[in-house]
Every structure is written in C-alpha cells, then in structure tokens.
C-alpha cells in the first residue's frame, strides 16, 4: 500500500466512530462490526448488548480536546476516546476527563455556562447526562510504551485500544465496507512497520538510531531480561511480571536528545521496602536498585544503579553505608565475584566502587553496541543473557539476606559530618 493511503490517527478514529454512529441499514455485518467496538470499549455493558436489536449512538467530535465522546443512550454510557499524543501523556488525559464530569453537571445549572458544545446541550433537555457512567478508550494509533501500559493496569476505567487489536476486530469486517478495507490495510501497514522497527537493532544498527528511540530501548531490555510468551507480546499488551520498563523520550527543546529506558530491579511488592522510614525504624527494607540503558559520549551502556531519593539529610546520613554495603556483597560472595569477573573479561564491563552522583551511585556498567546489530545472533551475545540474568538473580537473593539494619546501625555520623563525592 502507497504512502497516500496512510491514514492519520483522526481519521482512523473517524471510521471508527462513523461506524459505531450508523446503524448501517439492510447490512447486519456492519451492525455486528459495531457491537464488536462497543463490546471492547465498554465490556462491562457486553451482556446488555447482547439483549438489544438495535444500538444508539450519538458521537460528538467538538468536545474538549478529545477526538471523540461517543453517547449510548439505552446503556446511559459515556465513551471517551483520546490520543494520548495530544496530551503529552495519559496521565494528563485525567485533567480533562475531570473538567468534562464538571462540566455536565453545569449542564443542569442555573448558570449554564458549560464547555461542552451545542450538541450536549441538547441533548441535556432530553436526557439525565449527570447519570452517566464514563469510560475512556485510549487509542493512539500506534503502540504504548511500558510506562502507559502500567498507568492504564492501575486505571481500570482507562480502555487501551492498540492498532494491533483494532486491526484483529476490524479484519474479519474487511471485506463488507470500502472504508473499512483501507482502514484495515492501514492497520497493519502500521502493525508490520512497528514488529520491524522493534528487530532493527538485531541487525545493522546505527548507535544515533539506538540512542533516540523508546522503542529500540525497550525491545532490548525486553530481550535481555525476560522471556515473552509470543514474539511482539510486550508490544501490544500489559506485561504480567511485576517490573516495569520506564522509558524517557528525547526532550526536543533541550540539549539532550537521547532517550532513557530503566527497568526496576525489585518486584513490585520488594519495591515497597526501599523506602527510609522502613530503614531508620529498623525494619527490613531493601536499597532502591535500577537497571538503566543510558548514553556516555559515542556509545550505550546498560548500568546497574543505586538509587537514593531519601532527600539531603538522608543522603549525608545513609547513601555511603548503603553503597559500601552493596559492594561489599559483590567484593566477597563467591558466586558474584565468579560472575563479575566474566562481565568484566569477557564484556569489558566494569564494577565500580565509587560513589557518583548524590542521587545515582554506578555499581556495573557494562557497553551494548558490541552485543547487538551484527552480534545479536551469536554465542557472544547469549552467553551474555545468560550472565546478566543469572547475575541479577544472585544479587537480588544476596542482597535480600544481607543484614541492613546492622550495616546502618554500625555507622555512626558525627554532627555536622559531610561525606565526600568522588566523581566517577
């Protein structure tokens, strides 16, 4: 399929609303197609769907900032469907999602003064809009990265609807609608370009390329540190393991025009223990560790990094106790130290045993350009996965039976004491 045949997400999302709004007369396989769409987007409402001959709907286009707000009167359901490009991120389609649930209660006001549009205020004569549930489908034409995944996990009422799943609901419908037939084509236009995109750097990869892209980033750490149940499974859904992928984009109006991927290195539930109150009342709790796929002058490194965020007076107090502690466990477990010598033998890495960065303290760093393109496939490179594997699981048990309270207790600042910073 031609460049000219590439659809934007508007009008994606335009096909998908037309085709929800009408009720395509004298063509049950269109009707199906709707209740299929509306069956996704608000799967709490499946079984009424089920139950009724027709569907209506109304879709607003000029409400907010969101591409669509689609109305089922019979189910006195809202459908909010939003790019979450136009927003920066998710997160912030939640500003708008609040300031739309107000405005619908100043429908009914004596002071109309609402921002919804001339369609809703109509509507409002006819209809009790202030009893309607609301949904969010959040669809952004491409793929999401694994920060959005984990915010729509914790947001239940949040949809996500990937060009992938759009295209497996719209295929079988292919051929009953001209529309629909481009739509699909575009699809997996889209689907195709994105599965390739995320394989490049196992083969010829220029560094620049790696250096600016999320998605690059993510697919290597995927590659590294788990093992997915079907190729491109972390593309198009929510992981089930409890770590999560954190990737920056290049900032655009800043010098910085790399991306950062971190991976934590705890489980969600460990996680919980790096905190300082935990610590200073004497309870277990665990050093704050991350894996981080980062840039330094013409290469990456992927880095394991001790992490304070406990604030200033913290920091003076607990930072340098913390890293000693973590290389200690490094210097004198005989299995990671068998394991170390291999990273730095055989992958030019190197341990480090100074502290950095007030808030970021380097233990391993270890460059990726010699494991990927051209080296991907080979023993070189499995072996390494191997290593980095089986190392991240011996230092996590290591760590996890290390005694913290006693290593804290044992240091014992002097007032006004302050700790030196050596810079790496």
């Not at 997915?228 to 290049?250: F, H, V």
């Not at 304070?308 to 005989?334: A, S």
């Not at 990671?336 to 480090?352: A, F, M, P, T």
Request: glycine share 4%; aromatic share 12%.
């Amino acid at each position: 399929m031609g460049d000219s045949m590439i659809m934007d997400v508007v009008e994606q999302i335009d096909i998908i609303t037309e085709t929800i709004e009408n009720n395509w007369p004298h063509n049950s396989d269109m009707y199906h197609l709707k209740r299929e769409l509306l069956a996704y987007m608000v799967p709490h409402l499946v079984g009424e769907l089920d139950t009724v001959n027709s569907i209506r709907a109304y879709v607003v286009t000029d409400v907010l900032s969101f591409d669509a707000v689609i109305i089922l009167p019979q189910f006195k359901q809202f459908i909010i469907i939003g790019n979450p490009a136009g927003y920066g991120n998710i997160a912030n389609m939640e500003v708008e999602v609040i300031e739309f649930l107000q405005a619908l209660g100043e429908l009914y006001s004596d002071h109309c003064q609402s921002t919804l549009g001339e369609m809703f205020r109509h509507l409002s004569y006819h209809l009790n809009l202030y009893e309607y549930a609301t949904t969010v489908v959040v669809f952004n034409g491409k793929h999401f990265i694994n920060r959005e995944w984990r915010f729509l996990q914790t947001h239940p009422q949040y949809i996500p609807l990937t060009v992938k799943t759009l295209l497996d609901i719209v295929k079988p419908y292919c051929n009953k609608n001209l529309k629909i037939v481009n739509l699909s084509e575009c699809l997996q236009e889209i689907v195709s370009s994105i599965e390739l995109e995320a394989t490049l750097w196992r083969d010829d990869i220029d560094i620049v390329e790696m250096q600016k892209s999320t998605l690059l980033q993510e697919a290597f750490m995927e590659s590294i540190f788990f093992e997915p149940s079907t190729p491109y499974s972390w593309l198009w859904k929510a992981r089930t393991i409890e770590r999560g992928i954190n990737s920056r984009p290049p900032l655009s109006n800043s010098l910085d025009s790399y991306s950062r991927t971190i991976l934590t290195f705890w489980k969600r539930q460990q996680h919980s223990m790096c905190s300082r109150p935990r610590a200073v009342r004497g309870e277990p709790f665990l050093p704050e560790l991350f894996w981080k796929l980062t840039t330094k002058l013409n290469n990456m490194y992927l880095m394991l990094i001790f992490q304070n965020t406990w604030g200033d007076e913290d920091y003076t107090l607990y930072r340098k106790p913390i890293y000693k502690g973590l290389v200690g466990i490094l210097d004198t477990n005989e299995e990671l130290q068998q394991l170390c010598s291999r990273i730095v033998e055989d992958y030019n890495g190197k341990i480090q045993r100074k502290h950095g960065h007030y808030y970021e303290s380097i233990l391993v760093k270890i460059p990726i350009m010699p494991l990927i393109g051209a080296n991907w496939n080979t023993l070189y490179t499995h072996e390494f996965i191997k290593l980095i594997r089986k190392f991240e699981s011996e230092y996590r048990n290591a760590i996890l039976n290390t005694d913290w309270q006693s290593i804290l207790h044992e240091y014992k600042p002097i007032v006004g004491d302050t700790l030196e910073v050596d810079c790496i």
